[in-house]
T-cell receptor, first 114, second 114 residues
Framework: AQKITQTQPGMFVQEKEAVTLDCTYD???????LFWYKQPSSGEMIFLIY??????QNATEGRYSLNFQKARKSANLVISASQLGDSAMYFC???????????FGTGTRLKVLA | DTGVSQNPRHKITKRGQNVTFRCDPI?????LYWYRQTLGQGPEFLTY????????KSRLLSDRFSAERPKGSFSTLEIQRTEQGDSAMYLC????????????FGNGTRLTVT
C-alpha cells in the first residue's frame, strides 16, 4: 500500500537559516508525483513544490527546493533563508500516475525563531 | 482564478442533525476532491469527482455521508445524523488532470458536533 511518512512532528529553525523537512514514501509504482504543502494557522493548504518521479533534476521554487533521492524513496523539502512567516505545518503528499488520489503524511510543524 | 471557495467556514451542530457544506472549485478544474482533516493529522481522502461523476469514495465515508457535483460545477457534502466523531475540518480541493497537477484547496469548513 502507498504511504507517506514524515517522522519529524516538530522542528525549530533560526531565522535566516536553512531547514530540511523529511519525507519518505512507499510505493512499488515507477511513475508518481510528490508534492509539498504548507498549512499556516489560518488553515488553508498552500501548494509549494512538485517533483515527478522521472524528473532528473531536483525541483526548486524560490526558497523551496526538493531533495529527491529516488533509490531511498525520500523527498525532503529544503527551505533556505527561513522567515518568520514560514512557521506552519508542512505536509508531504504523493499521487500515483494513472490514479487521482493524493496521499498525505502526518505533517511537520515548523517554528522559525527570531 | 478566484480560488476554491467553501462555505460555511464554521458549523456548529448538535448530534443527530444533518449538515451540508458547499464547495465552488476553480472554474477550469475538472477534478474535485473532498478531504477530512482532524487535529494534528494530514488530510484524509473522502471522495473524488471527475466532472459530475463520483469516481471513488473512501471507506471512511459511511452511509451517512453523501456528496454530489451536479453539472460538474460546485459540489456539496452532506452528513446525516451527525456524530461527535464527525467533528473535523472538511477540505475541498480541485485540480486539472495530470500527475503533476497540484491540488488547490479551499479554506475548509470546520465542523463541531456537540
Amino acid at each position: 500500500a502507498q504511504k507517506i511518512t514524515q517522522t519529524q512532528p516538530g522542528m525549530f529553525v533560526q531565522e535566516k537559516e536553512a531547514v530540511t523537512l523529511d519525507c519518505t514514501y512507499d510505493t512499488s509504482d515507477q511513475s508518481y508525483g510528490l508534492f509539498w504543502y504548507k498549512q499556516p494557522s489560518s488553515g488553508e493548504m498552500i501548494f509549494l513544490i512538485y517533483q515527478g518521479s522521472y524528473d532528473e533534476q531536483n525541483a526548486t521554487e524560490g526558497r523551496y527546493s526538493l531533495n529527491f533521492q529516488k533509490a531511498r524513496k525520500s523527498a525532503n523539502l529544503v527551505i533556505s533563508a527561513s522567515q518568520l512567516g514560514d512557521s506552519a505545518m508542512y505536509f508531504c503528499a504523493m499521487r500515483l500516475s494513472g490514479t487521482y488520489k493524493y496521499i498525505f503524511g502526518t505533517g511537520t510543524r515548523l517554528k522559525v525563531l527570531a | 482564478d478566484t480560488g476554491v471557495s467553501q462555505n460555511p467556514r464554521h458549523k456548529i451542530t448538535k448530534r443527530g442533525q444533518n449538515v451540508t457544506f458547499r464547495c465552488d472549485p476553480i472554474s477550469e478544474h475538472n477534478r474535485l476532491y473532498w478531504y477530512r482533516q482532524t487535529l494534528g493529522q494530514g488530510p484524509e481522502f473522502l471522495t473524488y469527482f471527475q466532472n459530475e461523476a463520483q469516481l471513488e469514495k473512501s471507506r471512511l465515508l459511511s452511509d451517512r455521508f453523501s456528496a454530489e457535483r451536479p453539472k460538474g460545477s460546485f459540489s456539496t457534502l452532506e452528513i446525516q445524523r451527525t456524530e461527535q466523531g464527525d467533528s473535523a475540518m472538511y477540505l475541498c480541493a480541485s485540480s486539472l488532470s495530470g500527475t503533476g497537477s497540484p491540488l488547490h484547496f479551499g479554506n475548509g469548513t470546520r465542523l463541531t458536533v456537540t
